[in-house]
């Protein structure tokens, strides 16, 4: 079973940044793919965005791009996600996740089958 684990959330100001790291606890894995997702309070678990493993392509939720970056360091088999320009909207438990099908770009749930236990992120106004 491969475990994901997410660090760098916390509390940030509105227009502040974060960045949120996800690696595989244990034993290394590959994927076709690996993506970020949150969850709000009372809301459903949404796409943020993903990327492919080995060509760095990548894709966004609309509310995101321009302000969001995903990257991977292979080397250390670590996924990124540089947030900048935080609004409270953003605030949310991120989720990082693998997806080992050609349909990761969809950003579907279903898509993904390993998760991580999530990182808090709260942004103040």
């Known amino acids: 079973q491969v475990q994901l684990v997410e660090s760098g959330g916390g509390l940030v100001q509105a227009g502040g940044s974060l960045r949120l790291s996800c690696a595989p606890s244990?034993?290394?894995?590959?994927?076709?793919?690996m993506g970020w997702f949150r969850q709000a309070p009372g809301k459903a678990r949404e796409f943020v965005a993903a990327?492919?493993?080995?060509?760095?392509?990548?894709v966004y939720a609309e509310s995101v791009k321009g302000r969001f970056i995903i990257s991977k360091d292979n080397a250390k088999n670590t996924m990124y996600l540089q947030m900048n320009s935080l609004k409270p909207e953003d605030a949310a438990v991120y989720y990082c996740?693998?997806?080992?099908?050609?349909?990761?770009?969809?950003?579907?749930?279903?898509?993904?089958?390993?998760w991580g236990q999530g990182t808090q992120v709260t942004v103040s106004s």
């Open positions: 996740a693998s997806s080992p099908r050609l349909s990761w770009r969809s950003g579907t749930i279903n898509d993904y089958n390993y």
């Open positions: 244990g034993r290394s894995f590959s994927t076709y793919a």
């Open positions: 990327i492919r493993w080995s060509y760095g392509d990548t």
